[in-house]
């Protein structure tokens, strides 16, 4: 089936979902028009704000994304979402009624959300996840947030594409804190400490503060101490304190030229997969490799010569 990149794009600027659903799917399928659609996609591009929102299971990101949704579209701006489960083999909304209170704005023409998961693509959602950020920016939504779902090195690479990182935690989730230490605590902007309706919140907290006070390590630029914020995201309580310190954070990225930083640190990493994701293919659908493989084994070639070439044919 044909499809034309550039009406596509002009009826996703136009604010038509299907179309930005479409142009997701056919980033995260890696089909053969992505240059294309990159290309018509990039100087719309810049605009946006990025949220990342990760945590361990059961902590209530939906719950808080659904809050946050609600909180953001009260001052008038679009919100995407993009619900990330690298552990996942369904994409395309097929957990969308799991994952997100979709109920709450499902006819809301000003949100989109969607899943995301590429099982068994190595480097699939590295590649698409950006790419899925563009398309969402071009079509004018104000605030795209990335929701990743578990903890583990996926979510640290990915909600590297926000301007903003909230981490949320909860209270007698004895991995919590385990997990912040494990290295979500370098990423966080933001601490959320949700379920404060709960037991042992307020001593959560404390830890994190303390956590905190004594220093992150490996801090180079300006420094920006992360706030704890307390929420109960199931009755909305604390989630207005929570759009103050995104804002503020916002602000201080500015101020310090730092949101330019992190911008770059994007697009480093886009082009990375991007890059990679070319290198792969040519592995895959060549037969270059095995034949530099068959002269190596041979010994007619060096290996550093083969990969030379390999890189550089
Ligand atoms: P996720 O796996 O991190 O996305 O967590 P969910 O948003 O699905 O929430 C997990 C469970 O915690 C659900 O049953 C929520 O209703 C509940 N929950 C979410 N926020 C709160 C809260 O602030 N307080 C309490 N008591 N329960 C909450």
């Known amino acids: 089936m044909p499809i034309d990149v550039t009406a596509l794009v002009e009826?996703?600027?136009?604010?038509?979902?299907?179309?930005?659903a479409r142009l997701i799917s056919l980033v995260e399928e890696a089909s053969p028009h992505l240059r294309s659609i990159?290309?018509?996609?990039?100087?719309?591009?810049?605009?946006?704000?990025?949220?990342?929102?990760?945590?361990?299971?059961?902590?209530?990101?939906?719950?808080?994304?659904?809050?946050l949704i609600t909180a953001l579209r009260a001052r008038g701006q679009r919100i995407g979402v993009l619900a990330i489960d690298p552990s996942s083999p369904f994409s395309g909304g097929a957990l969308l009624g799991d994952r997100i209170r979709m109920h709450d704005h499902a006819t809301d023409p000003d949100v989109f959300i969607r899943s995301m998961a590429t099982r068994g693509q190595l480097g699939g959602l590295a590649l698409a996840t950006p790419q899925a950020v563009r398309v969402l920016d071009a079509a004018g939504y104000d605030v795209i947030l990335i929701e990743t779902v578990g903890v583990g090195q996926s979510e640290?690479?990915?909600?590297?594409?926000?301007?903003?990182?909230?981490?949320?935690?909860?209270?007698?989730?004895?991995d919590g804190i385990q997990a912040a230490k494990a290295g979500i605590l370098e990423i966080a902007d933001i601490f959320v400490v949700n379920k404060s309706d709960r037991p042992g919140a307020d001593q959560t907290a404390r830890d994190l503060t303390h956590m905190i006070?004594?220093?992150?390590?490996?801090?180079t630029g300006p420094r920006w101490r992360p706030p704890v914020i307390s929420t109960i995201a199931a009755t909305h309580t604390g989630i207005d304190d929570l759009v103050s310190a995104i804002d503020t954070h916002h602000a201080w990225?500015?101020?310090?030229?730092?949101?330019?930083?992190?911008?770059?640190?994007?697009?480093a990493a886009e082009i990375e997969a991007l890059a990679l994701a070319t290198l792969r293919s040519?592995?895959?659908?060549?037969?270059?490799?095995p034949n530099l493989a068959e002269q190596v084994?041979?010994?007619?070639?060096?290996?550093?010569?083969?990969?030379?070439?390999l890189i550089n044919p």
Do not use: W
Request: proline share 6%.
């Open 156 to 174: 640290v690479d990915i909600v590297s594409l926000a301007d903003t990182t909230l981490v949320l935690l909860a209270p007698g989730l004895g």
């Open 282 to 289: 040519r592995l895959t659908e060549t037969n270059t490799l």
């Open 213 to 219: 006070s004594l220093g992150r390590k490996e801090i």
């Open 38 to 67: 990159v290309t018509a996609l990039a100087p719309l591009t810049g605009r946006a704000r990025v949220l990342g929102l990760t945590g361990p299971p059961g902590v209530g990101k939906s719950t808080a994304t659904s809050a």
């Open 297 to 309: 084994a041979a010994g007619d070639l060096d290996p550093y010569t083969a990969a030379d070439h």
């Open 253 to 267: 990225l500015t101020t310090h030229a730092e949101l330019d930083a992190r911008r770059t640190h994007r697009a």
């Open 11 to 20: 009826q996703a600027r136009a604010g038509q979902p299907l179309a930005v």
